[in-house]
Each structure stands twice: as structure tokens, then as C-alpha cells.
């Protein structure tokens, strides 16, 4: 088998390919996407860092410059919305934007969430055990991210069905060569969303909660605020990237447990390993594969020349397997102390929200070693199509 994200052989088993790229071709063009694969841990860890990248190329050049088509014009709405958040810009715009939400978004105001995502967490758990189990994505691993970031925002909760299909649809555009109908998908999603989140936004402006609309409406630095569509660029990526990444690393974290049930069982004798463990969950199957970026100068990986204007596909799940790095790296080691894998990314796009994840996977794998200690595999699970963001279709389980 070898590289092919849209082969479901190959989503379900990347990691034989990831160990062959490394040791043969750790540096290799992929002609149907026109990308450079980047395999190492190593390379793709500098690159993440390096300046001479960036998630965007808009600010120094345009798409004839770079020798790419324009974007078609339907999708005009969905990028003025990701374009306004700070993930798909570079400083200064970046450096400027990631200032301000950090005012509002900040680590104590994440830790002060930590008894309220504690509560959802278990009182979803609490459900799901009560039922005799079901499907634990659907039932725990989706609802949670999507509670926990509606309250921050606050979402009133007639309207919170509408997150998840929105998040779904929006980060359908990410994958590699997506449809003509999931871009229409993807650009339908984005508008709805926007158009919710300006209503709110206006609302909460004239009318201030203690909530994130909020404190993003009324944040300022030396009198720079957000505008409007910054605020709500800043919403969008803060549902998709915080709800995505939770949501597959609970699924994909409890699939590897089953998968490795000495450690399960290590886990379930003692949770103190919780902490390490959700860090190697994390590392082992990481939820996301690959992470893009545009070469802004010509540089040079492991001996190969890559020219501007060319495009990195930085494979962390590669990355997160390297031997150079991690010891024993196939092996799943929930007490494993040295782990420093790059799921949450590097340098100036680290991930803001890492925290916030953190605290939602240790409360809900928390509430269900305690409240399902014999849970157990009910069915084989099936992976769904992405490759880009990769996670389980639906994880049944039974509680006896």
C-alpha cells in the first residue's frame, strides 16, 4: 500500500506507509494534490516553526503569483469568514488578532470552565450508562465540545442543535481535493453560521453577558478592537478547531484503548495516569493527519530544494510515530513520560484552545473510567472518509 488518502484501506491502517516514507522517502512530491510530503517528526516540527512558511500566502502575493487559480467566486462567503479568524492569516494580521482574543480567551477563564465542563461531562456519562451504553461518540464525545463552547459563547440552548452540522460542514472544505458539492456544502454552512453569529454578536454588544461574544465584543488593545467579522471568524474557528480535534481524539483515544486492552486495564487500576495518557491518546492515533502550509521562501528539507510558492503537507500522524523521537513509537504507553508530540501543532499557530481540550478529554475519560469501569467493545467500528481530520464513524459500546 502506499500514500492514498481517499483509499478507506488506507485511512484505516496510514501508519505502515507513515514508517516507509520516513525511512525511504521522508521528503516526497505527491502529484494528485501538487503537495510536499514532509514525514519526519524533526522536519515537520522546524517547518511548523519556520517563518519562511505560512498558513497563507494572501499577504505577500496573489493567487496568479503563486501560479493558482482564483478562488471561485462562490466560495467568496466562506472564506471571508475563515480569512477574518487568525488561522488562515500571518502576522502582522495574525499577531494582532491572536493578541486580542487572548484578552478575552484567556487561561484562567478556561481553568474557572473546569467545574462546568466537569458537570456536562458527567451528567452525559450518567445518560450513556444509564442507557446500558450506545454509540459513545454520538452520545458523549459529540455533545460535549459543542455544550461546553455555547455556553462560553453563549448559544442560547434552542439554537445548539445547529453547531455540530455547521462545524461538520464548514471543516468539509479542509479535506484534500473535496468536492464541487461539499464546497457548496462547506460555503452554505459558513454564511448560516456567520449570519447567526452577527445577530448575536449585535445583540451582545448593546446588551453584554458573561459570556465570550461578549468579552470578544467589548475587548480592546490600546483602543484596537475586533470588527464584526473578525469577531465572528474568531467564533467559527473556535467551534470547528475545539470541537473537531475533541471530539476524534475521544473516539479515536477509546478505539486505541480497546485496541490495547493491557493498558486499558493499566488506566482503569489507576487514574492518576490519566493526565499522560490523554497526551498519548493523542499522539498515537491523532485525529489530525495532516496540517498545510505555503512556502513563502525557497528553503531546503532533508537535502530536497523546495521552491516558493510550492505547498508542505507537514503528516503529524507521520510525525507523532517518528523512532527518532519517540521510543518504542507503534506502542501504546499511557504512562509514557517523554511524549512530545505535535497534535496541537507548533510555533505561532499553536493551538489557543489546548487547554480547553485538555480539560474536556480529562473530564470525560475521567467520568467514564469511574462510572463505566467494564465498558467494553460492542462493535467493530468503521472509519469515516475524512483523512485530513480522521475519526470514527460511530464507536458502539456496551455497559454491563
Not at 517547518?47 to 471561485?72: N, V
Not at 493527519?289 to 528539507?301: H, N, P
Not at 467494553?376 to 485530513?388: F, K, T, V
Request: proline letters at 7%; charged letters at 25%.
Amino acid at each position: 500500500m502506499h500514500f492514498d488518502p481517499w483509499n478507506p484501506e488506507f485511512v484505516a491502517h496510514p501508519y505502515g506507509v507513515y514508517a516507509g516514507l520516513r525511512r525511504e522517502r521522508p521528503v516526497s512530491f505527491f502529484e494528485p494534490t501538487g503537495q510536499w510530503l514532509i514525514a519526519r517528526h524533526a522536519d515537520v516540527n522546524a517547518l511548523l516553526r519556520d517563518r519562511r512558511l505560512g498558513r497563507s500566502y494572501l499577504h505577500l502575493a496573489t493567487h496568479a503569483e503563486f501560479g493558482r487559480p482564483d478562488d471561485p467566486e462562490f466560495q467568496e462567503p466562506f472564506w471571508r469568514v475563515i480569512r477574518a479568524g487568525m488561522l488562515d492569516v500571518e502576522p502582522p494580521v495574525h499577531t494582532r488578532l491572536r493578541r486580542l482574543v487572548s484578552k478575552a480567551f484567556t487561561p484562567r477563564m478556561v481553568e474557572a470552565l473546569r467545574p462546568k465542563i466537569a458537570q456536562i461531562a458527567g451528567g452525559l456519562v450518567d445518560r450513556f450508562v444509564e442507557r446500558g451504553g450506545g454509540d459513545l461518540i454520538a452520545e458523549v464525545a459529540e455533545p460535549l465540545p459543542v455544550t461546553v463552547i455555547a455556553e462560553m459563547l453563549g448559544v442560547p440552548e434552542a439554537d445548539r442543535h445547529l453547531l455540530r452540522p455547521w462545524s461538520a460542514d464548514i471543516c468539509g472544505m479542509y479535506e484534500l481535493n473535496p468536492s464541487v458539492e461539499a464546497q457548496h456544502t462547506a460555503v452554505r454552512a459558513a454564511s448560516e453560521f456567520s449570519d447567526y453569529l452577527i445577530g448575536l454578536a449585535r445583540a451582545r454588544r448593546a446588551d453584554p453577558g458573561d459570556d465570550l461574544i461578549s468579552a470578544l465584543a467589548q475587548v480592546t488593545d490600546e483602543g484596537d478592537t475586533l470588527t464584526e467579522e473578525e469577531l465572528v471568524g474568531t467564533c467559527v474557528l473556535l467551534l470547528n478547531a475545539g470541537h473537531e480535534a475533541t471530539v476524534n481524539v475521544t473516539g479515536n483515544g477509546w478505539w486505541s484503548l480497546f485496541r490495547n486492552p493491557a493498558e486499558l486495564e493499566r488506566l482503569r487500576a489507576d487514574h492518576g495516569l490519566l493526565p499522560t495518557a490523554i497526551e498519548e491518546l493523542m499522539r498515537w492515533d491523532t485525529p489530525l493527519q495532516m496540517f498545510e502550509r505555503w512556502v513563502l521562501e525557497d528553503i531546503s528539507v532533508g537535502g530536497v530544494d523546495i521552491p516558493r510558492g510550492s505547498e508542505v503537507a507537514l503528516l503529524f500522524g507521520s510525525a507523532n510515530r517518528d523512532p527518532e523521537v519517540f521510543d518504542d513509537p507503534d506502542r501504546l504507553d499511557v504512562g509514557r513520560a517523554d511524549n512530545p508530540h505535535i497534535s496541537f501543532g507548533a510555533g505561532i499557530h499553536f493551538c489557543l484552545g489546548a487547554p480547553l481540550a485538555r480539560i474536556e478529554l480529562a473530564e470525560s475519560f475521567g467520568a467514564l473510567l469511574r462510572r463505566a469501569p467494564k465498558m467494553e467493545l460492542a462493535a467493530e467500528p468503521e472509519w469515516g472518509p475524512g483523512y485530513i481530520i480522521r475519526g470514527l464513524r460511530s464507536l458502539e459500546v456496551g455497559i454491563s
